[in-house]
């Protein structure tokens, strides 16, 4: 596609973004869980990762706290409020009316989806940059590896968002429908619990959650702990499931309220 293409497609995101940034803004219970949840979770689970023997694996407290607090920022910044938002906008005959215009599907629900996984992306640098200061973690050995993950994270949290919104009837249910990936990753995904120090066989199993690929590769990313093959197989993890999600996305979504 061309440039001259591309710009009024550029300009029609950015629209749809800032619309849906107002809109996000208005949601105060929305935003409260997608700023302060990321932030303060990572310290409701200082306590049990003190007991860990993170040494023995070559982890840090601050390592660990920070792959949290970021997981905790897909969950909640991107995943959750997103769930919530799309769900909202179908409800609410937004969707339905954005299809009649010039928009294509792709540009309605990555639109909807900007103003979230920017505030996901500025949370993650942010914990980055502050974990590196306050908690000592040091320079990244493989920032690359970062910037991996939270690519991989960012987007696919945006799209099993838009899949879960696909079977929720309304925006009380979210709240529900959301619960099983985010008590998956939290438990299994390295969020909570480092893969590192399950056994072997559990860790094989989690490493193929949604979330863990993108959680390996951003802890990966601060102790250097991953070889080449162990990185790509975590990218193509992380690819395999965007593919999915996104294919059945443009199969299940719905566009209008479920009556």
Known sequence: MSSVAWAPAGRR????????????GRNRGVVFTALVMPLALPFSVRPAIDQLDLKKEGLTVGAVMMTAAIGFS??????????NAYVARREELVLKRLRTGELSDAEILTGTALPAVCVGLGQALLLCVGCAVLLDTGAPKAPYLILLGLLAGLVLSAALAALTASFTRTVESGQVTALPLVFVSMAGSGITFPTELMPEKVASVCELLPLSPAIRLVRAGWTGQLSAYEALGAVATALAWTVVAVFAVRRRFRWEPRR
Do not use: G, Q
């Open 13 to 24: 995101l950015r629209a749809l973004a800032r619309a849906e940034l107002a809109l996000l």
């Open 74 to 83: 897909f969950l909640f910044a991107v995943y959750t409020s997103l769930v």
